[in-house]
């Protein structure tokens, strides 16, 4: 449903939308079965094209947690030890004893805290490419001791990501594709980078990235699929987030087990690509933010309930404005 009121709030109002050629945002409350939508603005700034609940926009660093969910359906089938030494495996890249366990906690004290992504019709890189320096990012380095704190780093997930694949013998897309968009019946979420021309006519535009750059295709590519490289749509995270939520409780796409190692905080705050929510107990989220698009997701961790929101442009008084609102509707909804 498209509306511009949704629990209360004009949204459009909230995040400062002016007309219907400007930025627009995609809100999904889902309790239970049942998932309500609100869409407001322009997915792509400067034309008359309506937000609907099926745009897909870029999640940013929620990729981080699907990545984990991924990694751990392998977990699950004794396929990956999280706390087994990998240096072995991305040898090319780090000389010390380094674990999933530490690169997914962002403990491992690793650089590069984020990727600027390139323009759409940019060369394509590899992994490798990004850990060696090649791209717009630096070389990976270790510049914290191991183990020894919480840093952020995007850099530490691109490292995990090619220690999976080079496990796995697959990509990320083809592994997210085949071991939680499949079971969960995701048709619009995984990571396509580049994004299938298929889907660009019900994508959004990264703020104003069609008048700097590419008119046809107004976003950055990110070959750091785990770290910023998911497209997917509000709706479809919040099938995501009740996923999540039900394994920890019981059991499901990933054994309760893994899920429970997932959300637990090991420095932080911060659990296995996901944080505590500081604002509600027994929730747990993520943020992210990428050239022009931001966004947002929290799951309950006690019943099915999550939300999300998304938006195609870089502002982060209204982001901030955008999170309190979502966390608001859950408490709300938490009240009923």
């Known amino acids: 449903m498209i509306k511009n009121t949704f629990y209360g709030t004009n949204v459009k109002e909230m995040m400062k939308i002016r007309g219907r050629r400007d930025y627009g945002a995609s809100f999904a409350v889902a309790k239970g079965d049942k998932i309500e939508t609100c869409c407001v603005g322009s997915g792509r700034f400067g034309q008359d094209y309506p937000v609907n609940p099926d745009m897909l926009f870029q999640a940013a660093s929620i990729s981080k947690p699907m990545f984990a969910m991924t990694l751990l359906r392998y977990v699950d089938r004794g396929l990956i030890d999280l706390d087994a030494d990998l240096s072995g495996v991305v040898g090319d890249f780090v000389k010390f004893p380094v674990t999933f366990a530490a690169l997914l906690s962002h403990t491992a004290g690793f650089n590069v805290h984020g990727f600027d992504g390139y323009r759409a019709d940019a060369p394509l890189l590899t992994l490798e490419d990004v850990l060696a320096g090649r791209g717009n990012s630096p070389k990976l380095r270790r510049i914290r001791p191991y183990g020894g704190q919480y840093m952020y780093s995007g850099g530490g997930i691109t490292l995990a990501e090619l220690a999976f694949t080079r496990i796995t013998g697959t990509t990320l897309r083809e592994a997210f594709a085949r071991e939680i968009a499949g079971p969960l ?23 104003r990235l069609a008048y700097k750059e590419d008119p046809a295709h107004g976003w950055h590519y990110y070959p750091e699929h785990a770290a910023a490289g998911m497209w997917t749509t509000p709706t479809e995270l919040t099938k995501l987030g009740i996923a999540l939520s039900r394994s920890v409780r019981e059991g499901g796409i990933l054994s309760k087990e893994s899920a429970r190692r997932m959300v637990t905080p090991v420095m932080g705050g911060y659990g296995l690509c996901i944080c505590e929510d500081d604002h509600i107990p027994d929730q747990v989220c993520h943020d992210g933010g990428n050239e022009g698009f931001l966004s947002y997701w929290t799951l309950s961790l006690t019943e099915d309930l999550c939300a999300a929101g998304m938006m195609n442009r870089i502002n982060n008084r209204v982001f901030d404005d955008m999170c309190a609102f979502i966390d608001g509707v859950v408490e709300r909804v938490k009240e009923k």
């Open 185 to 207: 019946g995701l048709t619009r979420t995984g990571y396509f980078q580049p994004l299938d021309e298929d889907l660009v006519p019900n994508a959004a535009f990264g703020g």
